[in-house]
Structure formats: structure tokens, C-alpha cells
């Protein structure tokens, strides 16, 4: 009996400090969800980026990147609204 118990209580802090992780999980899949729908746009962006606008000015790197952006939503290819190679490509080493 003391042995299922103790398994019992240990079972129940384990659940509720799970708790917090579905609330975060929930946050996650939302994002991933927005992420996954646009990745095609996105990809096709920044490919032209990597590509074509390495050696060229910040600011014309920005208007190009908008112009791209316009021209995927006229064509119905799902991207994002507004773009960021580096957020795109991934987090920073830490």
C-alpha cells in the first residue's frame, strides 16, 4: 500500500508540473501553424535573397524583399506579411 501511494503522489506532482508545458505546447503549435502555412513563400524569398542580394545595399536588399513579398501574395503563394532572413533562417547560436 505505502508503495502505491508513494507512486500516487509522485504521479500527481509529476502531472501538475506538466501543467505548464501544454499551456507553452498550445503557444508553439499556434506559431508552428502560422510558420508551416508560409513556409513556401518564405523559402522562395529567401533563396532569392541568399542567391541575388548579398553585395547590395541594406535598404535596396528591404525594397526588393517587399517587392518580392507582393508579387508571391498577387500570385497566391502563401508567404509572410512581412519578412526576416534572420528570423527565418533560425535562432542565433547560444
Same mark, same amino acid.
Given at each position: 500500500y505505502a508503495n502505491t501511494e508513494s507512486k500516487l503522489v509522485r504521479a500527481t506532482k509529476l =502531472?501538475?508540473?506538466l501543467g505548464g508545458e501544454k499551456t507553452r505546447y498550445i503557444e508553439q503549435s499556434k506559431y508552428l501553424r502560422t510558420v508551416?502555412?508560409?513556409i513556401v513563400g518564405d523559402v522562395l524569398v529567401s533563396a532569392? =535573397?541568399?542567391s541575388y542580394l548579398g553585395p547590395y545595399t541594406s535598404k535596396y536588399r528591404s525594397d526588393l524583399c517587399a517587392?518580392?513579398?507582393k508579387e508571391c501574395q498577387s500570385k497566391e503563394i502563401p508567404c509572410?506579411?512581412?519578412f526576416e532572413?534572420?528570423?527565418f533562417l533560425g535562432d542565433?547560436?547560444?
Open positions: =502531472m501538475s508540473g508551416f502555412e508560409d532569392g =535573397m541568399i517587392d518580392w513579398l509572410s506579411s512581412t532572413l534572420s528570423k542565433p547560436v547560444k
